[in-house]
């Protein structure tokens, strides 16, 4: 059965858990990326297998070189989601307008013009 990681799990293995969202983060973003290739990589044999690349490319990707997962990213495994986690994200709504209102206001024309 597929969890999320629950609430009491987190607060005790934190930087366990951190740690594993990253690498899941990461890992994700090679896929997305790599996707991009599909039937466009060739080798002496034809085309390259997709799943194949994307092995072979997330094995020379060191963990110093991983990047930090921005603030709200969801995993889409399930097993690396939080408890309060859903997928996909919902955009956050907007309370209220930022900045001022835009007020357009035409010029008064002159319709008789003088010469």
């Known amino acids: 059965m597929i969890m999320s990681i629950s609430q009491e799990s987190y607060l005790d293995?934190?930087?366990?858990?951190?740690?594993?969202?990253?690498?899941?983060?990461?890992?994700?973003?090679?896929?997305?990326?790599?996707?991009?290739?599909?039937?466009?990589?060739?080798?002496?044999?034809?085309?390259?297998?997709?799943?194949?690349?994307?092995?072979?490319?997330?094995?020379?990707?060191?963990?110093?070189?991983?990047?930090?997962?921005?603030?709200?990213?969801?995993?889409?495994d399930e097993n690396y989601r939080l408890w309060n986690e859903e997928y996909p994200p919902k955009p956050p709504l907007l309370t209220k307008p930022k900045g001022r209102p835009v007020v357009l206001r035409a010029k008064k024309l002159d319709t008789e013009s003088k010469v």
Do not use: H, T
């Open 13 to 76: 293995l934190k930087e366990y858990w951190d740690y594993q969202r990253k690498v899941e983060y990461n890992r994700e973003q090679m896929k997305k990326m790599a996707d991009q290739f599909e039937s466009r990589i060739y080798n002496d044999f034809g085309a390259v297998n997709i799943e194949q690349f994307k092995e072979k490319l997330w094995s020379r990707i060191e963990p110093e070189e991983y990047e930090d997962p921005p603030k709200g990213w969801v995993p889409e």
